[in-house]
């Protein structure tokens, strides 16, 4: 693994199934970030964690569990999927401090139908 | 409220230069972020600027007056490669990235 790593690059999900959408960083970063991006708007936070065992909500958290067992895994869990969910999700991860250069997953391209 | 705001499409000719303009509304500011993103891949970073001024790195540059609230990145030199979407974040007081929706550059013959 180089870099950071997202699984499944893409996935058509029945809405109300639960869905795991996998990150894993091997450049030992403190800091996670997941991102969905639809058309027209910004990357928008989903959750965050700035170290191992520590999460935090972003602007759209409603919907999504994160955890983070350890620093190198990121897993966002949809717990009962619905449509307005279809969306592009990217993992990120950075170090602490203050030029704190994201790097991201390849995405995962998510249609809920 | 934080707003980032850039233009949604740019059109420019190869070997030309262009200039990406964001304007910023933020709680707290922790440097901003210039980002490139061709369409179907991720965000990649290119500059950060955190103080005000010029930062020049290559045939990319980006410039930041904080008192503003706006920055631009200069493309010299335009190649076909440079067609892409070039995303404005800035960090709030939580050094959490508020990101534009990206401007998509048209880069023709």
């Known amino acids: 693994i180089a870099g950071i790593t997202q699984a499944p690059t893409s996935q058509i999900l029945a809405a109300g199934r639960r869905m795991t959408l996998r990150c894993t960083q091997d450049?030992?970063?403190?800091?996670m970030y997941w991102y969905r991006q639809d058309l027209g708007l910004g990357l928008r936070l989903i959750h965050y964690?700035?170290?191992?065992?520590?999460?935090g909500k972003g602007e759209v958290p409603d919907g999504y569990s994160v955890s983070r067992a350890n620093t190198d895994d990121f897993p966002l869990t949809l717990a009962s999927a619905v449509p307005s969910q279809t969306s592009v999700y990217f993992c990120?991860?950075?170090?602490?401090?203050?030029?704190?250069?994201?790097?991201f997953g390849q995405g995962t391209r998510l249609t809920v139908v | 409220g934080q707003n980032i705001d850039q233009p949604t499409e740019m059109t420019a000719t190869e070997g030309a230069i262009v200039q990406i303009n964001c304007t910023y509304q933020?709680?707290?500011?922790?440097?901003l972020f210039w980002y490139q993103q061709h369409a179907g891949e991720a965000p990649t970073f290119l500059s950060y600027?955190?103080l005000d001024g010029l930062e020049e790195k290559g045939r990319f540059s980006s410039f930041l007056s904080r008192s503003k609230g706006y920055s631009y990145l200069l493309l010299k030199e335009l190649q076909m490669k440079d067609s892409a979407s070039y995303l404005c974040?800035?960090?709030?007081?939580?050094?959490?990235?508020?990101w534009g929706a990206g401007t998509k550059l048209i880069i023709k013959p």
């Open positions: 990120a991860s950075s170090d602490n401090g203050e030029s704190t250069e994201a790097f």
């Open positions: 450049m030992r970063h403190n800091a």
């Open positions: 964690s700035n170290t191992a065992g520590t999460t």
């Open positions: 933020t709680s707290g500011f922790n440097g």
């Open positions: 600027n955190v």
């Open positions: 974040a800035v960090g709030d007081s939580n050094y959490q990235l508020i």
